[in-house]
């Protein structure tokens, strides 16, 4: 996907805590900051442990490098960011990974910890006898992708942290590094703070503040089977609509993907604590809110054809639609221009307020 070019936009094109109508989402979600500048030495995001927040890993360690100006080590760092990123999600046992892209004097650090309950050492980098890594047949996935951490970095290794555990590669400049295979060093648990986000320059953290949970797991199983079926139906070359629409609604949850496990995960935790509203968190690029619009046409569309009978998924509730439509204000509002939050709550007292006072 291109990337949009960023213009600044005057406050008073949205006036905060309001609703957008879908014109006003269409106009707005076209519009981003003129934020591609400097950037922090040390970046971090909070993804699902799913192995489809890889994509999400990678692009975020290559806007984080492209902001630092610092391309050099785009292809060490994306290869790494996807080894490290696979390995936690289909091993680690862990709710959420926490990837970390740090700028220092003689190197840059990838490094992707995770919060599930297995310790350091059952990071391994399997190789052949005598540490060659060339057999790769005798080797599963996941032994090769360890191997390859260890041949691209200048040195890497495992570490407890008050999480779980992180695993870190030092990426040393391309013309000086050897590319032979180095085991992982394993050093004492750290009991530092925990990081907070910091993104990169074109992206943003958006909060679903006091979002329902039972509701929010709901619509997110609603959009699944509608996603099935579309595909179901996507092989009927006579169901020419229902094609194009199945083309349409998996071309655009592509990109975001990430940032929808990212909230689905926070919401799953929540349910098992008990909880009935939590603070989703999700970091995106900006230009994700564009295709959020978008979808959220593509599924309304989809509802219809619900409502007409051309599909067996129910049409979603009035409950699920109304969440739908405020989840796609609080990401575009927030994402284009810095809206502050406003809680699942609110949001609906001013729906109903709105109602009563239509004739």
């Known amino acids: 996907m291109s990337r949009a070019v960023a213009r600044p936009m005057a406050r008073s094109t949205l006036r905060l805590g309001s609703r957008l109508n879908l014109d006003d989402v269409v106009r707005l979600s076209g519009l981003a900051f003129l934020s591609m500048g400097s950037a922090p030495g040390k970046l971090h995001v909070r993804l699902a442990a799913d192995a489809a927040s890889v994509s999400g890993a990678r692009r975020f360690v290559v806007d984080g490098l492209s902001a630092w100006g610092d391309t050099r080590f785009v292809d060490a760092a994306e290869l790494v960011a996807s080894e490290l990123t696979t390995n936690a999600a289909l ?6 990974i926490y990837v970390t892209l740090e700028r220092r004097t003689t190197c840059v650090r990838v490094s992707v910890e995770d919060d599930g ?6 990071v391994q980098a399997r190789t052949q006898a005598g540490g060659d890594a060339s057999g ?3 080797l599963d996935a996941t032994g ?6 260890g041949m691209v970095a200048g040195c890497w290794g495992v570490d407890e942290t008050a999480r779980g555990k992180q695993v870190w590669a030092e990426l040393v400049d391309p013309d000086d ?10 050093t004492r648990p750290t009991t530092g703070s925990l990081a907070s986000d910091q993104l990169p320059p074109g992206w943003v953290m958006v909060r679903l503040a006091q979002c329902p949970v039972a509701l929010s797991l709901q619509q997110d199983r609603h959009l699944d089977e509608l996603v099935r079926e579309l595909q179901l139906l996507s092989v009927d070359e006579g169901s020419g609509q229902s094609v194009a629409l199945a083309d349409e609604i998996r071309g655009l949850l592509v990109s975001p993907t990430h940032a929808r496990l990212t909230g689905r995960r926070a919401a799953e935790r929540a349910r098992e604590q008990g909880k009935e509203v939590v603070d989703v968190d999700m970091a995106m690029p900006r230009e994700f809110s564009e295709l959020i619009v978008q979808l959220q046409e593509a599924v309304t569309r989809a509802d219809q054809l619900c409502k007409d009978g051309q599909l067996l998924t129910l049409a979603s509730p009035p409950d699920v639609q109304e969440l739908r439509a405020w989840m796609t ?3 575009v509002a ?12 609110e949001w609906q007292g001013k729906a109903t307020s709105a109602s009563i006072g239509r004739p």
């Open 91 to 96: 091993h680690a046992r862990a709710d959420f």
């Open 329 to 331: 204000h609080e990401i």
């Open 144 to 149: 090769r992708g360890m191997a390859i951490v």
């Open 136 to 138: 790769w047949t005798e």
């Open 334 to 345: 927030q994402a284009t221009c810095g809206a502050p939050p406003i809680p699942w709550a």
């Open 177 to 186: 590094a050897l590319h032979s295979f180095g085991e992982p060093l394993r």
């Open 117 to 122: 309950p297995l310790g350091a050492d059952v």
